[in-house]
């Protein structure tokens, strides 16, 4: 198994809702991330967990939240989003943290009305 | 701080016309660049990876090489399937490693028509 999952693939919520996107790899991969793509742009990186610690791109506001219950899972946990926050969020693993080569999954494509 | 820096933005080819694009960087001390594939809608999917001037990596109709400036993906005789956003990303060292150091330019979206 080489792929990364990720539900759901697509989701449409409103400025005072919660929901969370849910990220799963079973290849061992002991690193996982969490990007943010908007049309045309390149992906962004938002969090990494690794050996169970987090690192946050410090611009990452707190409306967004990450949870690693194990290291086979990834989620985020979304609350009080803004319109602006409307992208596709790719979750991704590698082997090691120092690993370059990144597996990405589909992405769940976000609209925040 | 590294930049990335692809080109051309958007390219479109007919069926078998070979081609190249293009991807300049500035990084403080080269670990790696990446190449990876993006369907719309979809993640990336990696495709190669180069680590010092003068290599070179094949898969099938592409071939990437790197000089100490920028990195150049050809695809020779591209098929339909081909269509793809390509985007290019750098790893310096001492970033911290992973990728957290991964720099992704802005890609180039190609376009083969039949």
């Known amino acids: 198994d080489t792929e990364v999952t990720q539900t759901p693939k697509h989701l449409v919520m409103g400025m005072t809702n919660k929901k969370s996107l849910k990220c799963e790899q079973h290849?061992?991969?002991?690193?996982m991330y969490w990007y943010k793509q908007k049309a045309k742009k390149p992906p962004e990186l938002m969090f990494v967990?690794?050996?169970?610690?987090?690192?946050i791109n410090e611009s990452v506001p707190s409306r967004f939240s990450p949870e690693c219950p194990n290291s086979s899972l990834l989620n985020l946990h979304l609350h009080a989003l803004q319109p602006e926050d409307s992208a596709l969020y790719l979750c991704?693993?590698?082997?090691?943290?120092?690993?370059?080569?990144?597996?990405f999954g589909s992405g769940t494509q976000l609209s925040v009305l | 701080e590294d930049q990335v820096t692809q080109s051309p933005e958007a390219l479109r080819l007919q069926e078998g016309e070979s081609s190249s694009l293009n991807c300049s960087y500035t990084v403080s001390g080269l670990r790696g660049l990446f190449w990876y594939r993006q369907d719309p809608g979809k993640g990336p999917e990696f495709l190669f990876t180069?680590?010092?001037?003068?290599e070179e990596k094949e898969k099938e109709r592409l071939k990437a090489t790197l000089t100490k400036k920028e990195s150049f993906l050809h695809i020779t005789a591209p098929k339909p399937e081909d269509s793809a956003t390509y985007l290019c990303a750098v790893q310096a060292w001492g970033s911290g490693g992973g990728a957290d150091g991964l720099t992704f330019g802005k890609g180039t979206h190609l376009i083969i028509q039949p």
């Open positions: 180069l680590y010092s001037a003068g």
């Open positions: 991704a693993s590698s082997q090691e943290p120092g690993a370059e080569k990144l597996f």
């Open positions: 290849m061992g991969h002991r690193a």
């Open positions: 967990y690794s050996y169970e610690k987090l690192s």
